[in-house]
């Protein structure tokens, strides 16, 4: 893996229009059965205009951020070596349907283990008005030779 | 609602198991746009080394926190959620696999009234999960 890709910053992703029909197939798909997930009704009883995405949503959002990483000329990446270390999801808001969110990446590390690399991949996600709704921070190992 | 007085570290907040298929990974494939075909393919499962199809770790991240979202009761309390891929979650094509969770409140913060629910996310005795951890606000 390139070392220098650490501290780079992607140009922002096209706007994504959160769906509230995506929401509900990601909210079953997650098994979540709260209400706030799936019904707009007890979504705006519960003080929210829509219905609300299960916290792990943004990763929908984020992955057009990581295409952009594994898709950059000089990363030198193997896609077919990238294992997910680890994630998270941290939040100034939930994600709403209805909500045009844009991502930023940024490379926040790049170490090397022995055959392995890591690389800390923070994507940060606002609304329309720019405000941040959440980051989403994977750690991406990429496997050496064996 | 959870009142944040009523908890102390070490409390059991939820328990559930979830009974995964290959459906369950066909329907979050879809969901969330992750076509890996490690998710679905025996047959490419097995040529890169892996012992069979396995659950996109993300499928696994966005269950386990859904015992925590139901006792909460609202998802919009959960302010921060993290975890580690520690072992993959085979799916057997006609026995699936059992995931357990149980969510146990690690520590509160009284000045922001959160907690931080720590998650057990095993398949039999073998964890999958590690520092699988949700930060909630509450009452």
């Known amino acids: ?146 | 609602m959870p009142a944040f007085d009523d908890l102390a570290a070490g409390d059991i907040v939820a328990e559930q198991s979830f009974a995964l298929t290959r459906d369950s990974l066909v329907r979050y494939a879809g969901a969330s746009g992750d076509f890996n075909p490690i998710h679905y393919r025996d047959d490419i499962a097995h040529q890169v080394g892996l012992p069979g199809v396995l659950a996109h770790g993300m499928l696994t991240m966005g269950f386990a926190v859904q015992p925590v979202v139901d006792w909460a009761g609202d998802p919009g309390r959960i302010v921060d959620y993290q975890a580690r891929f520690t072992r993959p979650v085979v799916v057997d094509p006609k026995l699936g696999a059992v995931v357990q969770v149980i969510a146990k409140v690690g520590q509160l913060d009284a000045e922001s009234r959160a907690a931080r629910i720590d998650l057990t996310v095993k398949v039999g005795d073998e964890t999958v999960l590690g520092k699988a951890q949700a930060r909630v606000l509450l009452d």
């Open chain 1, 1 to 146: 893996m390139n070392p220098e890709l650490q501290g780079r910053t992607f140009p922002p992703t096209e706007p994504y229009l959160v769906g509230r029909e995506k929401v509900r197939e990601f909210a079953r798909a997650v098994f979540a059965t709260n209400p706030i997930n799936l019904d707009p009704e007890a979504a705006r009883a519960a003080g929210y205009a829509d219905v609300v995405a299960p916290p792990t949503f943004a990763v929908v959002v984020q992955e057009r951020t990581l295409a952009q990483l594994l898709a950059e000329p000089d990363s030198g990446i193997d896609f077919s070596r990238v294992v997910h270390g680890d994630q998270r999801f941290t939040s100034t808001r939930p994600i709403v349907a209805g909500d045009l969110l844009t991502a930023t990446l940024t490379v926040s590390s790049v170490k090397t283990l022995g055959a392995h690399s890591m690389v800390t991949a923070e994507s940060s996600i606002v609304d329309a008005s720019g405000a941040h709704v959440v980051t989403a921070i994977s750690t991406l190992v990429v496997r050496g030779e064996d």
